[in-house]
């Protein structure tokens, strides 16, 4: 049975559900400051945080740690909000992480999903990163969130339809052709970027583990690895350019079968009443063109 959160409400007719949540208002913001003595997420403000949930650490001294949002989405009986803190210092962004950082960061952050998913009540684990205020980051100190839900939100109940539907129209998997069909950005023996024509935003990117597989708890190490290292050429770029992005992660809702990939969300493009009206999005770059700004040397 599907629960929906206290807090949930959905329109009549329109495709739109919301959370409300007035006490995140009060959750701290450092204004995309270089330092703060106050960032929570440093280490020696442990106690500012939340119930801490897991960690990894090494010489005794933590390198990421998983704590309960202090200011969650949601109340504790109806699902999961969990802050994902990927390292210990406070100005190193993910794109400046190494391949070592990256791969860490993303293997814990894929384990706390798993996790999530694990327990009986949960039908639906959101893991993303929001990079930069345009982002809706409100601490810059480098971290992921974890939003784990008893209801499938409808927008992610309709890709694993269509998802579905293609496969037993033509029975291929959707990503595997895309793999194939769009234009490649970054690729290695692991792991491939794609520009998709069909695009929310300017230079957004696909990032597609090669091997079909449905859920991320299933991914190698040296899946994660291969994703790590063209994130992080990616991330580079945008960082040059100074544009925030969201990374999100897509895989299978339930047992179904999926082809589990993440896609990064540069977030310069500003959305018109068109979009909201119709959800047709207008871009100007295509796919080549989206390939020349990320191998455009840095
Ligand atoms: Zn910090
Ligand atoms: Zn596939």
């Given at each position: 049975?599907?629960?929906?959160?206290?807090?949930?409400?959905?329109?009549?007719?329109?495709?739109?559900?919301?959370?409300?949540?007035?006490?995140?208002?009060?959750?701290?913001?450092?204004?995309?400051?270089k330092k703060?003595?106050?960032c929570?997420?440093?280490?020696?403000?442990?106690?500012?945080?939340?119930?801490e949930?897991?960690?990894?650490s090494?010489?005794?001294?933590?390198?990421?740690?998983?704590?309960?949002?202090?200011f969650?989405?949601?109340?504790?009986?109806?699902?999961?909000?969990?802050?994902i803190?990927?390292?210990?210092?406070?100005?190193?962004?993910?794109?400046?992480?190494?391949v070592d950082?990256?791969t860490l960061?993303?293997?814990?952050?894929?384990?706390r999903?798993?996790?999530?998913?694990?327990?009986?009540?949960?039908?639906?684990a959101?893991?993303?990163?929001?990079s930069g205020?345009?982002?809706?980051?409100s601490?810059?100190?480098?971290?992921?969130?974890?939003?784990?839900?008893?209801?499938?939100?409808?927008?992610?109940?309709?890709?694993?339809k269509?998802?579905?539907?293609?496969k037993?129209?033509?029975?291929?998997?959707?990503v595997c052709?895309?793999?194939k069909?769009?234009?490649?950005v970054?690729?290695?023996?692991y792991?491939?970027a794609?520009?998709?024509?069909a695009?929310?935003v300017?230079?957004?990117?696909?990032?597609?583990?090669?091997?079909h597989?449905?859920?991320?708890?299933e991914?190698?190490?040296?899946?994660?690895?291969?994703?790590?290292?063209?994130?992080?050429?990616?991330?580079?770029?945008?960082?040059?350019?100074?544009?925030?992005?969201?990374?999100?992660?897509?895989?299978?809702?339930?047992?179904?079968d999926?082809?589990?990939?993440?896609?990064?969300?540069?977030?310069?493009?500003?959305?018109?009443?068109?979009?909201?009206?119709?959800s047709?999005?207008?871009?100007?770059?295509?796919?080549?063109?989206?390939?020349?700004?990320?191998?455009?040397?840095?």
């Amino acid at each position: 049975m599907q629960i929906k959160p206290k807090n949930y409400f959905r329109h009549r007719f329109l495709p739109i559900e919301v959370l409300m949540a007035p006490h995140r208002a009060k959750r701290p913001h450092d204004n995309g400051k270089k330092k703060s003595n106050k960032c929570p997420f440093c280490p020696g403000n442990e106690s500012e945080t939340s119930t801490e949930l897991a960690r990894i650490s090494n010489n005794g001294k933590w390198l990421l740690r998983a704590v309960k949002n202090k200011f969650p989405v949601i109340d504790e009986e109806d699902g999961i909000h969990e802050v994902i803190i990927e390292h210990r210092e406070h100005n190193k962004r993910f794109a400046n992480f190494s391949v070592d950082e990256l791969t860490l960061a993303i293997k814990f952050a894929l384990e706390r999903k798993a996790e999530a998913e694990k327990q009986p009540h949960i039908k639906f684990a959101a893991l993303l990163k929001n990079s930069g205020r345009l982002a809706g980051a409100s601490l810059q100190h480098e971290h992921s969130q974890l939003l784990a839900f008893k209801f499938v939100p409808e927008v992610i109940a309709a890709i694993q339809k269509n998802f579905n539907k293609f496969k037993e129209r033509t029975g291929k998997c959707p990503v595997c052709e895309q793999l194939k069909e769009e234009v490649t950005v970054f690729e290695n023996s692991y792991a491939k970027a794609i520009a998709p024509k069909a695009s929310r935003v300017e230079y957004e990117l696909a990032i597609i583990p090669k091997r079909h597989f449905a859920k991320f708890s299933e991914i190698k190490d040296e899946e994660i690895r291969g994703i790590a290292k063209i994130l992080r050429k990616a991330l580079k770029r945008l960082a040059k350019e100074g544009i925030d992005y969201n990374l999100l992660y897509y895989d299978a809702v339930a047992d179904n079968d999926f082809h589990a990939f993440i896609i990064l969300l540069p977030r310069k493009t500003i959305l018109g009443g068109q979009e909201y009206l119709t959800s047709l999005i207008t871009l100007i770059h295509d796919a080549k063109e989206v390939r020349e700004f990320y191998r455009k040397a840095i």
